[in-house]
């Protein structure tokens, strides 16, 4: 069994609990217990001086889901090593991207494993340094033996200080390399960590602009399986809503498909939940958008053509995307040219009441984005 080991003591500078800071709706300690439930973790022990409401809060949720011990001394844990193989630790205050745990070993590997950074060259002294030039990024994997071994020397301070010596004495370690901007953040203030910790997932743009929605949906502990279910089920009903002729109906189905469809995977992500299955995570509102429009002009034979044309340009415009990728100005994000697409429709429907100049407006706004793309295409073939 692994035990993970972890801590909510340390403080900012206005004296509040780093673990207890919420980072898009989970608090920073949460994060790292399902970092640690990834890389095996069974149970936990936590220390702490004093219990804050946001960290009882977080202690009472961690307790739904596995064995949670709170210590005050680490001179404690070794009453509780009888069953445990191997220990995780991670340090109080820092944020790790999910990257970094394809590079972990396995759980049933033994040894040590220490995630670690290359030393700058004019960086001061540090408790921190592990090996030659390399300093402790915060994560590591020690055997059973290591974790005894340092209780022996440990007084009641941080408990992590003492592995690496009692580690060294013992064995070499495995220093598994990070890079420390993008797989570690030390987290100091609640808007940098969650701007960081966007820019390391999938779909960041859309995830950026519509972050008060995804830290909503984590604060709510929203399944992520079963909102892309809920997702998807809005896009299909907004078909028969356009069969039937509502438009009202179908236009407010499709846009909150639309809006919230890019959502699915940075929610997984940031919970550390998988979809309920990976075909359902690859279904997106633009995968649903040509029967909305086939659905939307079927009442109206006299607009058939036009949703076709609007069709095309779709496809061409996807095809820019994937040609301008990587270089700046090259159109909208994945996902965002069917949200102004649709909400663009919706809002001339809503002012001309004909579907005519709704498809119109999507057609107009579509080949704005496919010449910009190329613009930005030419620019980049045109740099030096």
Not at 133 to 152: C, I, P, Q, T, W
Request: glycine share 10%; with cysteine.
């Amino acid at each position: 069994m692994r035990l993970a080991i972890l801590s909510a003591r340390a403080t900012d500078a206005h004296g509040g609990c780093l673990a207890e800071r919420e980072i898009l709706g989970t608090t920073l300690l949460e994060r790292q217990a399902a970092l640690c439930r990834d890389l095996g973790a069974e149970k936990f022990i936590i220390f702490v001086d004093r219990m804050p409401p946001g960290i009882a809060a977080a202690l009472e949720c961690l307790r739904g889901e596995a064995s949670v011990t709170v210590l005050r001394d680490s001179r404690d844990i070794a009453a509780h090593l009888d069953d445990v193989d191997a220990a995780i630790l991670v340090r109080d205050g820092v944020l790790f991207s999910d990257a970094i745990q394809a590079r972990l070993p396995p759980r049933q590997t033994e040894g040590v494993f220490i995630a670690s950074y290359e030393r700058s060259p004019d960086a001061g002294p540090s408790d921190q340094l592990i090996g030659d030039g390399m300093l402790s990024a915060g994560l590591a994997v020690y055997a059973h033996e290591n974790v005894s071994d340092a209780l022996k020397e440990v007084a009641d301070w941080d408990i992590e200080l003492a592995m690496p010596r009692a580690m060294q004495a013992r064995s070499a370690p495995h220093f598994i390399p990070l890079d420390p901007a993008t797989e570690r953040h030390e987290v100091a203030n609640n808007a940098a960590a969650e701007r960081w910790l966007i820019q390391q997932l999938p779909g960041r743009h859309t995830a950026r602009a519509l972050r008060p929605i995804l830290r909503g949906l984590t604060a709510l502990r929203v399944e992520p399986g079963w909102f892309a279910m809920a997702v998807i089920a809005c896009g299909i009903l907004a078909i028969p809503a356009f069969l039937f002729a509502l438009p009202k109906a179908g236009f407010v189905l499709a846009l909150l498909s639309a809006l919230t469809s890019p959502l699915a995977l940075p929610l997984g992500r940031i919970t550390h939940h998988g979809l309920v299955s990976s075909r359902l995570a690859r279904i997106r509102a633009g995968h649903l958008e040509f029967g909305w429009l086939a659905a939307l002009a079927w009442p109206f034979p006299n607009v058939v053509a036009l949703a076709g044309g609007l069709c095309m340009l779709i496809v061409l415009d996807r095809r820019e995307r994937v040609l301008a990728s990587g270089q700046a100005g090259g159109g909208w994000p994945k996902g965002a040219g069917v949200l102004v697409r649709t909400a663009l429709a919706a809002l001339i429907w809503l002012l001309s009441g004909d579907v005519v100049f709704a498809l119109a407006g999507g057609c107009a706004i579509t080949l704005g984005s496919i010449f910009w793309r190329q613009g930005a295409r030419m620019k980049g073939c045109s740099a030096p």
